[in-house]
């Protein structure tokens, strides 16, 4: 699960949230925001359950 989040780490500040878990062949997510100068935002990366774990890889990139 991959969220985008203002301001704290608090779930009800989240702007954007993706978990394309039931895509079996590449179980990735892709989040898009027009980000705003001068704010803070938190990427959090969290497993869907307990028992999912690592190893992730987080790609962040400008647009183009």
């Known amino acids: 699960v991959l969220y985008v989040r203002t301001e704290s780490c608090d779930a009800e500040e989240s702007i954007e ?3 394309d878990w039931l895509d ?4 990735q ?5 027009n980000a705003i100068a001068r ?3 938190f990427v959090v990366l969290d497993a869907r359950e307990v028992s999912a774990f690592g190893p992730y890889r987080l790609n962040i990139r400008p647009a183009p």
Do not use: A, G, R
Request: proline fraction near 0%; charged fraction near 15%.
């Open 17 to 19: 949230c993706n978990d």
């Open 24 to 27: 079996l062949v590449s179980d």
């Open 29 to 33: 997510s892709l989040i898009q925001i």
């Open 39 to 41: 704010t803070t935002y």
